[in-house]
């Protein structure tokens, strides 16, 4: 048995800049951070067993790999020449639709177990690359990059995109007083609420695409949210939370305009609230929002700010930085005779 570890992303910089619709023209900027909630993927190869087992909110059991309804696991599997005699459990330290990018952290993992399995030498880009070339191109879905590049990179990191798709990477380096004043000051908050972002990442995308009024706002919202992505990076350089605190404020006005489905009343008004009477900064939905974790930046008593939002139903998230991205926490097989595998995986490269 193989077992990878994903970590989970907070965005806190340029979100929606990553979608080709926008970066093809404009190119895209991301600032975001890996945190200490995970992924989990088990992949096991049975010795006497042809069929394909999956586990997760379901299970399915199926004789070839392309007739999964888990398009994720179908591609990644089928890509590989993993078609038979497999099975593949998925446990997750936080649930699907909160905003922290765990379909992205799904497809990553799952690359990183099937490629321990093949002895394919894998960096992170290699990973994040494949998982782009799986998710936006083969299943078309309307996302971005980042999900796929902080899932298999971690870290608190930059991704510059160019115009032809093309991304790099490069790591913020901050002494370990720096990252606890921010993480201190950095509250997530679960709003129960739950959603589906490729709705939402759809109104987004569509817009781009399409010609007029709709189009126009899409896109000036877009780069109004791509100059403050760069800033907030610079305020993280210098180590400056307070601004990126009034600057997420400014991002979370400009994010409201991509989509009516963004932003959620009931959070919205909360919202107002704390930052009037606890010293919240900025904050938003995080992810596509709609629901998922509300982040707050607090500079003042964030030990007030914590109780008043326990009386109101929202537990506050302890997290911390994740530094290793995707990574195989265990691989059992050792020199165990592949079996059929090892020539199915060969003809597929």
Known sequence: MIVTRTPFRITLGGGGTDLPSFYEKHGGYILAAGIDKYMYIALNVPLADRLV??????????E??????????????????????????????????????SSSCYLVGLLNAVRAYAGLPTC?????EEACEIELRRLGKPIGKQDQYMAAFGGLTELQIEKDGTVKVERIALPAHAVSEFVSRTHLYYTNIRRDALEILAHQDASMRNHGRERQRVEDALVEI???????????????????????HQHWLAKKRLSPNVTVD????????????????????????????????????????????????????????????????????????????????????
């Open 266 to 349: 009931p959070m919205e008004v909360l919202y107002e609230r704390v930052r009037e009477e606890f010293g919240v900064k900025g904050g938003k939905m995080v992810g596509a929002g709609g629901g998922g974790f509300m982040m707050l930046y607090c500079a003042g008593d964030g030990a007030a700010l914590t109780e008043f939002m326990a009386r109101q139903g929202f537990g506050r998230l302890g997290w911390a930085l994740d530094y290793s991205g995707s990574r195989v926490v265990s691989n059992m097989l050792g020199s165990r005779d592949l079996g059929p595998h090892a020539l199915d995986v060969t003809a597929a490269l």
């Open 124 to 128: 992170s880009a290699d990973l994040a």
């Open 226 to 248: 791509l100059e403050i992505g760069r800033e907030i990076g610079m305020a993280f350089r210098n180590q400056r939370f307070d601004e990126f605190g009034n600057l997420m």
């Open 64 to 101: 070839h790999a392309a007739e999964l309804q888990h398009e994720l696991a179908r591609e990644a599997l089928v890509a590989h020449g993993m078609t038979h005699s497999v099975e593949v459990a998925s446990l997750a330290d936080l649930p699907a639709g909160t905003g922290l990018g």
């Open 53 to 62: 087992r999956l586990h997760y909110t379901k299970s399915e059991t199926v």
